[in-house]
């Protein structure tokens, strides 16, 4: 029987604490509203930087993994004339393998790698745009660019060059100023959401300031009294996260939908990541930063109310 009691008075008091958190919030609707616009900035603004860097390393790791020199060869080239140039290339220093990869084949590998999307391969199934081409891997990476000049110059049916350790080196710079200016604006939005949200609870304290004093007189806890409001902040940080999820989800999917569609336009076989594969991820960032922020909000607006 006792034990059931103290269960009820946890529940009572645990029911309290949501209860007041939510009244807090529709109290003062126009803070709220203050507080959730500059909440859903940061968490919007941090969530594209979030995607533009998972995507990038993405990039730089499928880079990695096919990494040398891809020998794009022109439509009008002869057998004779493509076994000449495998044997040139064969026979450069620095050249470890070459493989030779069909019109045929690149059009089936774009396939397995766009296999969620293959919607988007369907005009090119009755003219394949892609070329034959040979994949080329170096005994020393140093020596790509002067492999390269030589591939060039090696036969009039070579159409394109394109060395992949140059674009993985531009992709690694993009990734760590993609790193440097997120941390920079998160931590500036951090601040400004920080100072929004304390001030939005400070006007709700201030309201019941003479509430919570008799609160203390009666020998309430400050953690008792604090909770209400830390749990308001915290309310206000997670409709934060929705609505943010709910905007930049759709709005991935349709970027990310035109970039891919330009990638094979380009030839380019590298996919982006699927918004699935970063879900999980930007959801645990989103809950961390957003009940984060509002609980330090509240946190710091309540200390001059609970001083002793």
Not at 57 to 83: C, M, P, Y
């Amino acid at each position: 029987m006792i034990k059931k009691v103290g269960m009820t008075v946890k529940y009572s008091i645990f029911g309290y604490l949501i209860g007041e958190g939510f009244r807090n919030v529709f109290k003062n609707k126009k803070s709220t509203i203050a507080s959730l616009i500059i909440m859903c900035a940061t968490m919007f603004v941090f969530g594209i930087f979030f995607m533009v860097e998972e995507n990038v390393n993405h990039l730089t790791k499928s880079i990695e993994q096919q990494q040398g020199i891809s020998v794009f060869i022109s439509d009008e080239a002869t057998d004779e004339q493509r076994l000449e140039l495998e044997n040139k290339i064969r026979n450069m220093e620095y050249v470890n393998t070459v493989t030779f990869k069909t019109k045929e084949d690149a059009l089936e590998e774009m396939k397995n790698l766009f296999k969620d999307k293959k919607n988007l391969l369907a005009t090119y199934e009755q003219d394949n745009p892609f070329k034959a081409s040979f994949v080329v891997t170096l005994t020393d990476l140093e020596q790509a660019m002067n492999v390269q000049t030589q591939i060039e110059n090696a036969s009039d049916i070579v159409a394109n060059v394109v060395a992949r350790s140059d674009t993985m080196e531009a992709l690694v710079k993009i990734a760590d100023g993609v790193k440097i200016i997120s941390i920079v604006i998160l931590v500036i939005l951090i601040f400004i959401s920080i100072f929004i949200i304390t001030n939005t609870i400070k006007l709700t304290v201030h309201a019941r300031r003479k509430e919570i004093s008799i609160m203390k007189y009666v020998g309430a806890t400050n953690g008792f009294i604090r909770w209400p409001f830390m749990v308001e902040g915290m309310i206000i940080g997670l409709f934060s996260v929705l609505i943010s999820l709910a905007i930049l989800c759709p709005a991935y999917n349709a970027v990310a939908g035109k970039i891919e569609t330009a990638l094979i336009a380009e030839r380019l076989e590298i996919p982006l990541l699927t918004l699935q594969e970063m879900f999980v991820p930007l959801l645990i960032v989103y809950l961390v930063l957003g009940l984060g922020i509002g609980a330090l909000g509240s946190a710091i607006s309540m200390r001059k109310y609970l001083e002793v």
